[in-house]
Nanobody, 124 residues
Framework: QVQLVETGGGLVQAGGSLRLSCAASGRFFSSYGMGWFRQAPGKERDFVAG????????YYSDSVKDRFTISRDNAKNTVSLQMGSLKPEDTAVYFC?????????????????WGQGTQVTVSS
């Protein structure tokens, strides 16, 4: 069992930056691939970024590539999402998730555990 808690959301102006963190409790955090997803009102939950167990490989959606950076610290059981050059269309609830299975990081159905989400609002 893994419990995930996201922090760091808030209100920021367009062009600004924000850093989200996700703290994991439970055993074997380093054996889980981690992902960040987001969901805007009335829309599907979409993949944002993913990172492999070792942190060597990262994946991004086209909409955030070159603006967002995912990282993890297995010693501290945390995964982070550094967001820059924020746009109003980045406004959403952001979720972190953990998966033990292989497969594509953008596939939300492969994730076993989810956090409760944190709101990010980007004003124009």
């Amino acid at each position: 069992q893994v419990q995930l808690v996201e922090t760091g959301g808030g209100l920021v102006q367009a062009g600004g930056s924000l850093r989200l963190s996700c703290a994991a409790s439970g055993r074997f955090f380093s054996s889980y691939g981690m992902g960040w997803f987001r969901q805007a009102p009335g829309k599907e939950r979409d993949f944002v970024a993913g990172i492999t167990t070792s942190g060597i490989n990262t994946y991004y959606s086209d909409s955030v590539k070159d603006r967002f950076t995912i990282s993890r610290d297995n010693a501290k059981n945390t995964v982070s999402l550094q967001m820059g050059s924020l746009k109003p269309e980045d406004t959403a609830v952001y979720f972190c998730a953990a998966k033990s299975r292989g497969g594509r990081y953008f596939a939300k159905e492969l994730y076993d555990y989810w956090g409760q989400g944190t709101q990010v609002t980007v004003s124009s």
